[in-house]
């Protein structure tokens, strides 16, 4: 079983090797435009072998199990692989976690008691576009002046962010 991009190259090569069934999971759309802006020529280079072993390895694998369907689309699109070799595994949550209810408690520890609040919990990497969400919740601040939003997560993209909020004043 492999998933991101180079452990699909090794893994299915080592599964063909040893000749035993290769599955690939598909959690993230590393064939999006992100990847291919703002990185050295270098860096983009190197994405670029990679992604030609993942398309010629593709064949390889007898299952994907892609978290949406719009990633089982793309695999199709971007690795030429039919779609009947895809499975969608919506990853597992539990909705009743996410029902309204008293978020009191959540809200004075975010510092948002009695505002409007987004959430972004996840990495900070150029792949999320967190940057949307500032530039978003900058404008909304107009509408909504007691606006909060709140950003967790570590990643090398924190330092851009933290000074495109200071620099639109986002809330």
Known sequence: HTATLAANVAGRTAGRLA???V???VVGDTYAAVYREKKTPLARAKHQVVQALDRSTARWVRRFAANSHALAA??????GVGADRIEVIHRGRDPELFVPGDDSMARVRLGARGRPLILSVGRLKDIKAHEDLI???ARLRTDFP?????????????????RLIKKLDAP
């Open 19 to 21: 000749q035993i069934p």
């Open 146 to 162: 007691r606006l909060e939003t709140v950003i967790v997560g570590e990643g090398n993209h924190r330092a851009p962010l933290e």
């Open 23 to 25: 599955v690939s999971s």
């Open 74 to 79: 793309s695999t199709v699109r971007d690795l």
């Open 135 to 137: 530039e978003a919740s």
